[in-house]
């Protein structure tokens, strides 16, 4: 299903340091469980000019600002001018993106920020992968586990997509834009310059360039 695809949801191919290795794939849940292997094959080619291994396998830009309070465990990668805010809590393979800000309180788990990424306050983002310039409002989180623990599937326009993930949280395509205490649900998958609304109950394929109101009122942009 093209909507779903890599090639579909992330068109700024230049805007992440993983994406050579992502573009091998076809739909973005594929790439989950590659993340760690991922981080490690990017460490080996970094310039020592340009990043410090601040402890094994924690690789830190010297342009990027990290808070003294902050957490960060291997495997990781912090790209330049990247921010890195008190209290956040990045628990392993993670890879921050240029530029990109994870606030006060933010956790991260398996997850790749693309360039210019904001998840800037209270922010939990697991087994996700964030494209562009997306951005999540404060208190917005990933879902990434169902309550049963059973595989996780994308519904996407009358269709099932079964994805062979028991942790999957969410896809956000280039420019996405999340609301204040939004919850994004297993499998949900997100097109590229859509806008959900605070305090949305979001899960399946929500199309690009739309405004998510709610599950039964989703609109075309103008």
């Known amino acids: 299903m093209e909507e779903l695809k890599i090639s579909t949801l992330y068109r700024e191919s230049e805007r992440s340091i993983a994406f050579p290795y992502l573009k091998n794939y076809t739909y973005p849940w594929e790439v989950l469980s590659s993340i760690k292997s991922i981080i490690g094959e990017i460490g080996k080619t970094l310039s020592r000019e340009e990043f410090d291994e ?50 006060n309180s933010v956790e991260l788990k398996n997850c790749i ?10 922010n939990y983002v697991g087994d996700s992968i964030l494209g562009y310039k997306a951005h999540m409002g404060a208190g917005a989180v990933t879902s990434n586990v169902k309550s049963d623990r059973s595989y996780i599937a994308v519904h996407c326009n009358g269709k099932t997509v079964e994805t062979g993930c028991r942790k999957f949280g969410a896809m956000l395509g280039d420019h996405v834009e999340v609301g204040c205490n939004s919850v994004l649900n297993p499998g949900t998958v997100i097109g590229r310059y859509t806008n959900v609304y605070p305090l949305s109950s979001v899960r399946g394929y929500v199309p690009t360039e739309s405004i998510y109101k709610s599950q039964n009122s989703i609109v075309k942009k103008r």
């Open 54 to 103: 601040i402890s094994p396998e924690v690789w830190v830009a010297k342009s990027a600002c990290i808070a003294p309070t902050a957490c960060i465990e291997p495997p990781c990668i912090i790209c330049e001018d990247a921010q890195v805010r008190h209290g956040a809590f990045i628990r392993g393979a993670a890879i921050v993106g240029r530029g990109a800000v994870v606030g």
């Open 113 to 122: 920020l693309f360039d210019g990424v904001e998840v800037p306050h209270f």
